[in-house]
């Protein structure tokens, strides 16, 4: 009792000698009250046949009715598949990718050469995936696409990109990088900032070159953001780029290009089942969760460091 006590009149004292800063974390907490925690009360939709006209307290609870037909649909299995499919990819191709330009491009020299890639390779962050899913439509039209004029220039047959399931896939994926490779790099260069340059210095001194400092002084500085940016992205697994969907995809490609969010979307709004659609909302979220605590503790059990 008396160390809860004495904590308390800690708490207190800082309060009153740094009531400035707590008053500034007001307006965020206030946020994450009534936009994050707030809306956690709709969960309860997923245990119950939701009317809309009866509201949320009169609808009749129904249990765990409708996660056994989650996990018995044929239709959330294939929606699943895809969706692990999707951000496996996107983790195999584009998370590496940050990291090699922002190695690349610490190695420029020229400060204003240097400033113009930075901002040419992020520029594309800035842009609503609505416009880059025109581009690309009109890079890879089949009528008069630039891509497939080159393909068709060198003997080739038109490759229908947005309508063949097998090619689909590498849109998104080649999309998604072109899109946000570039604001991942800035994470990695702010990194490269914090290692020390005697380290280099002293590396040259005996006599290792560029690809020897890279491997044995600049990787092992980049792995505590490597780690915190890769256990976030585990967080998101199953949130394999839903907006970017839904702008991209068509009925020609349900079948591969169909995942979590773009299925809650569709059922959800499409079919009015509000229920079904918060039960794999709420599925989501709790293995996005376990992914978290569970790569954060293989982390801090394997390489000592971790997000907490």
């Not at 195999?92 to 190695?107: R, S």
Request: zero cysteines; hydrophobic letters at 50%.
């Amino acid at each position: 009792m008396r160390t809860g006590k004495i904590k308390r009149a800690r708490l207190w004292a800082d309060v009153r000698q740094d009531w400035d800063l707590y008053a500034a974390l007001v307006p965020g907490l206030l946020f994450l009250l009534l936009f994050k925690y707030t809306p956690m009360y709709g969960i309860v939709i997923a245990f119950k046949d939701f009317n809309i006209f009866d509201g949320m307290s009169a609808s009749p609870w129904v249990g765990f009715k409708h996660f056994e037909k989650l996990l018995t649909s044929s239709g959330f299995l294939q929606v699943f598949r895809n969706t692990l499919l999707i951000s496996v990819y996107k983790i195999v191709f584009l998370f590496p990718l940050p990291i090699i330009v922002a190695i690349l491009m610490n190695e420029l020299k020229h400060m204003l050469f240097k400033r113009t890639i930075q901002t040419i390779v992020y520029l594309p962050h800035f842009l609503s995936w609505v416009i880059v899913s025109g581009l690309f439509i009109d890079l890879l039209s089949v009528n008069g696409g630039v891509v497939n004029r080159w393909i068709t220039l060198l003997g080739g047959e038109p490759v229908k990109f947005f309508l063949d399931g097998e090619v689909f896939r590498s849109v998104l994926v080649a999309s998604a990088g072109w899109k946000e490779v570039g604001w991942s790099t800035i994470v990695y260069l702010a990194a490269l900032t914090g290692i020390d340059p005697q380290l280099y210095e002293a590396a040259k001194m005996d006599g290792a070159n560029k690809w020897k400092q890279t491997l044995h002084i600049t990787l092992p500085g980049l792995v505590p953001i490597i780690l915190l940016m890769f256990i976030l992205r585990l967080g998101s697994i199953l949130e394999a780029g839903t907006e970017q969907i839904l702008v991209m995809y068509n009925p020609s490609v349900y079948h591969v290009a169909d995942v979590i969010g773009t299925y809650v979307y569709r059922i959800g709004l499409g079919e009015q089942d509000y229920s079904f659609s918060t039960t794999v909302g709420l599925f989501e979220s709790v293995i996005a969760f376990v992914l978290i605590v569970a790569g954060n503790g293989l982390a801090r059990k394997y390489l000592k460091r971790g997000i907490w």
